[in-house]
């Protein structure tokens, strides 16, 4: 499987190569909407200027490092039959999917974390302060966030199977995920009752979490809680991935492609 993988790996990396403008555009536009709130809240806030620029720059790179948009790859997929092409292949399909998160990511962490190095030599607020501690916890907070989005991602993307546009529900969930994930604002800025859901509801352990513990917002049992809640719902995620392939397989009547 572990060669099986590097093969997946190296495939991917040259897909994302030939195909590097419109990656480079992807990129660039994902960043836009967290810098576009970046600069509103400076301007609402500007005594927390400097708190909001580190906030948000770690939400570019926390928000990329964890995407996923396998949705709407299944959905066009298996609405349009070709999804019955990865059915044939020595490899589950899920395992593709992982490949390509992967290569993506680590290609935009490449570039990403020397852009941020560089500033934070000019602008001191862009400098983390963390313990290696807190370092280790943050990286596995990230790692679980990225499990977690692209588990729900592939998920609703089964959906399609009984769905006839599954991205169109996908885009209701990414609009709650959009302001309890902080990705809007930081999860203390929103009303008590939505900053209490927000801590046993899935999305703020996608993104928000692992910046509260490069900031030191989240620490001893909040800490605990935390990585439990979202091993709880990685739990589930898995057991409904299971569940929806199955179901699938008998639904799927592998037209088209």
């Given at each position: 499987?572990?060669?099986?993988?590097?093969?997946?790996?190296?495939?991917?990396?040259?897909?994302?190569?030939?195909?590097?403008?419109?990656?480079?555009?992807?990129?660039?536009?994902?960043?836009?909407?967290?810098?576009?709130?970046?600069?509103?809240?400076?301007?609402?806030?500007?005594?927390?200027?400097e708190s909001f620029l580190f906030y948000f720059m770690a939400v570019i790179f926390v928000e990329r490092m964890t995407s996923a948009w396998d949705v709407w790859e299944l959905d066009r997929e298996i609405r349009e039959g070709t999804f019955s092409n990865l059915l044939l292949r020595p490899v589950h399909p899920i395992h593709w999917a992982?490949?390509?998160?992967?290569?993506?990511?680590?290609?935009?962490?490449?570039?990403?974390?020397?852009?941020w190095l560089v500033g934070a030599v000019f602008w001191p607020p862009l400098r983390p302060h963390m313990t290696a501690g807190q370092a280790v916890l943050f990286l596995a907070a990230v790692v679980l966030g990225a499990a977690l989005r692209f588990l729900l991602s592939y998920s609703c993307g089964l959906l399609a199977f009984w769905v006839t546009k599954v991205a169109a529900v996908y885009g209701v969930i990414d609009v709650i995920s959009l302001f309890l994930s902080g990705r809007i604002a930081p999860l203390e800025m929103l009303p008590p009752a939505l900053r209490e859901w927000s801590e046993w509801l899935p999305f703020r352990y996608m993104i928000?979490?692992?910046?509260?513990?490069?900031?030191?917002?989240?620490?001893?049992?909040e800490?605990?809680?935390?990585?439990?809640?979202?091993?709880g719902w990685m739990a589930v995620f898995?057991?409904?991935v299971q569940w929806l392939w199955k179901a699938g397989m008998r639904k799927n009547q592998a037209v088209g492609g």
């Open positions: 499987m572990i060669r099986k993988y590097i093969a997946l790996l190296r495939m991917k990396y040259i897909e994302m190569l030939a195909y590097r403008l419109a990656t480079f555009v992807w990129m660039t536009g994902a960043i836009t909407q967290p810098l576009i709130t970046m600069f509103v809240w400076m301007n609402i806030h500007p005594e927390e200027s992982i490949a390509e998160n992967i290569v993506y990511k680590w290609l935009f962490a490449v570039i990403l974390a020397p852009v928000s979490f692992p910046i509260e513990i490069a900031t030191g917002a989240a620490d001893g049992g800490l605990a809680r935390g990585f439990a809640v979202a091993a898995v057991a409904g």
